[in-house]
């Protein structure tokens, strides 16, 4: 029987020791979206012959992430089907990349149904691309960054404690003008939000703020996914100063360590101008991932319900 326990801000070094060391590179896997989001999907964690195990409710849907870890995966796997069906609810797994795919048949061959979901995938691109927005393809994002830098009398600078405040400010502004409080979607992510900002240091976040004329106009924020990258969780800006997406996304780019080789700026969730948005960026990699269930349990597809 699997022991989970409720995830914690004082679990974040033995969680991240897994996750960190990890090839993996979705967005689900950074401690701060696992800690923020509990409240949503009740996330509960624990660690079996050296895997770090996930499990959630999406929707009132039992699922697990896929282990993370080095080892022989048939006992773990075993386990949680076990797990799954002492809750009375089939098994499936979320969050799993391609290469996984395969992983997974090697352990189990022939017994999980595959289904990908575009809606889901995670946008990687390159730190380099997206810090110096070099070529061609850039022309456009280029003269945005151009003419912000001619237009405004601008500062970047780090979020700090003592500047968190201003990053709640302007989040409620921007939740006034976008009606969060009519939105699920969006009334849970500034829950989400919020509880980032009230832990910035426990969860181990970096971020930046972009001030115009000394008033706050942007800040982003994230932290790492894994050894070469790097999660963007959050970027808000005030839409009434021109640019000043492009300018926050450009500016913390270039703040972000260079050992970091991709920028995982997370998925579109099916909204059509956060496609288009994000495509606009060049993503290196469109990181699809796949829910895997037991073929003799067909389930419906799960949505995480943001």
Same mark, same amino acid.
């Given at each position: %029987?699997?022991?989970?326990?409720?995830?914690?801000?004082?679990?974040?070094?033995?969680?991240?020791?897994?996750?960190?060391?990890?090839?993996?590179?979705?967005? $689900?896997?950074? &401690?701060?979206?696992?800690?923020?989001? =509990?409240?949503?999907?009740?996330?509960?964690?624990?660690?079996?012959?050296?895997?770090?195990?996930?499990?959630?409710?999406?929707?009132?849907?039992?699922?697990? %992430? %896929?282990?993370?870890?080095?080892?022989?995966?048939?006992? *773990?796997?075993?386990?949680? *089907?076990?797990?799954?069906?002492?809750?009375?609810?089939?098994?499936?797994?979320?969050?799993? #990349?391609? @290469?996984? #795919?395969?992983?997974?048949?090697?352990?189990?061959? @022939?017994?999980?149904? &595959?289904?990908?979901?575009?809606?889901?995938? $995670?946008?990687?691109?390159?730190?380099?691309?997206?810090?110096?927005?070099?070529?061609?393809?850039?022309?456009?994002? =280029?003269?945005? *960054?151009?003419?912000?830098?001619?237009? /405004?009398?601008?500062?970047?600078?780090?979020?700090?404690?003592?500047?968190?405040?201003? #990053?709640?400010?302007?989040?409620?502004?921007? #939740?006034?003008?976008?009606?969060?409080?009519?939105?699920?979607?969006?009334?849970?992510?500034?829950?989400?939000? *919020?509880?980032?900002?009230?832990?910035?240091?426990?969860?181990?976040?970096?971020? @930046?703020?972009?001030?115009?004329? @000394?008033?706050?106009?942007? &800040?982003?924020?994230?932290?790492?996914?894994?050894?070469?990258?790097?999660?963007?969780?959050?970027?808000?800006?005030?839409?009434?100063?021109?640019?000043? /997406?492009?300018?926050?996304?450009?500016?913390?780019?270039?703040?972000?360590?260079?050992?970091?080789?991709?920028?995982?700026?997370?998925?579109?969730?099916?909204?059509?101008?956060?496609?288009?948005?994000?495509?606009?960026?060049?993503?290196?990699?469109?990181?699809?991932?796949?829910?895997?269930?037991?073929?003799?349990?067909?389930?419906?597809?799960?949505?995480?319900?943001?």
């Amino acid at each position: %029987m699997i022991s989970f326990k409720d995830i914690e801000l004082q679990d974040k070094e033995l969680i991240t020791s897994y996750t960190q060391n990890s090839p993996r590179r979705n967005c $689900d896997l950074s &401690f701060s979206n696992l800690c923020s989001w =509990r409240f949503l999907y009740n996330t509960k964690f624990a660690i079996m012959d050296g895997f770090l195990l996930l499990k959630f409710w999406a929707n009132d849907e039992l699922v697990y %992430m %896929m282990p993370i870890g080095n080892g022989d995966l048939t006992k *773990v796997l075993d386990a949680l *089907v076990e797990d799954a069906h002492r809750e009375g609810e089939p098994f499936c797994l979320l969050g799993i #990349c391609s @290469g996984m #795919c395969s992983e997974l048949e090697a352990f189990m061959p @022939g017994k999980f149904q &595959f289904t990908a979901d575009r809606d889901y995938a $995670d946008y990687l691109y390159l730190r380099t691309d997206l810090a110096t927005l070099a070529g061609k393809k850039f022309q456009s994002k =280029r003269n945005h *960054v151009n003419k912000f830098k001619r237009t /405004y009398n601008y500062e970047y600078t780090p979020i700090t404690p003592d500047r968190i405040q201003e #990053c709640l400010d302007l989040e409620a502004e921007w #939740c006034k003008a976008n009606n969060c409080d009519q939105h699920e979607g969006t009334g849970n992510e500034r829950r989400a939000l *919020v509880y980032a900002l009230h832990n910035f240091e426990e969860l181990g976040l970096t971020g @930046g703020i972009l001030h115009v004329d @000394g008033k706050i106009a942007a &800040f982003t924020f994230g932290m790492p996914i894994n050894q070469d990258t790097f999660g963007v969780h959050v970027e808000k800006a005030d839409t009434s100063i021109d640019g000043a /997406y492009a300018m926050i996304n450009y500016e913390f780019a270039n703040h972000i360590p260079e050992q970091y080789v991709y920028l995982n700026r997370e998925e579109d969730l099916g909204i059509e101008g956060l496609r288009k948005a994000k495509l606009s960026y060049q993503p290196a990699i469109i990181l699809e991932k796949y829910m895997a269930c037991l073929k003799d349990e067909p389930v419906e597809a799960i949505k995480w319900g943001e």
